[in-house]
């Protein structure tokens, strides 16, 4: 019996959780980009709800930029630059600039070392919808 209480409580929060409009914001107190980068991937995937799966990447992608994107201290965007546009789906590299755009600010940067940029490649599927690659890892 307890067991079915247990799950029911893990589905109840889980319920809740996917509710929120946003995710949290990575930790004001990061000292290192790796963990950043995965709270950063995961706001993505909250904040743009349709355009996103989760999973196993297909074996075949339709396109994959990949964005350089540089923040201010407050974790809001600087500016977002393209390392690679794909061959294929150009209008998916907008569509991942777009994407960082609704999930940001990320958060507070200061304690991490500079320069304060990173990137992230976008894992597009044949639906156009994308996962960063940071959650592959």
């Not at 923040?71 to 998916?92: F, H, K, M």
Request: charged share 20%; glycine share 6%; net charge neutral.
């Amino acid at each position: 019996m307890l067991c079915i209480e247990h799950r029911i409580a893990s589905l109840c929060a889980a319920l809740a959780l996917a509710g929120c409009a946003t995710a949290p914001s990575p930790s004001a107190l990061a000292r290192d980009w790796q963990p950043y980068k995965v709270q950063v991937a995961q706001r993505i995937v909250v904040a743009n709800p349709g355009g996103t799966y989760t999973g196993r990447v297909p074996d075949i992608l339709l396109a994959v930029p990949v964005l350089e994107i540089e923040l201010n201290a407050d974790g809001s965007v600087r500016s977002i630059g393209v390392l690679r546009y794909p061959g294929q789906a150009q209008e998916t590299t907008q569509m991942a600039i777009d994407a960082v755009r609704r999930a940001a600010p990320f958060g507070d940067v200061s304690s991490l070392p500079r320069p304060w940029k990173f990137t992230e490649a976008f894992l597009f599927d044949d639906s156009r919808r994308f996962k960063p690659r940071t959650l592959e890892d």
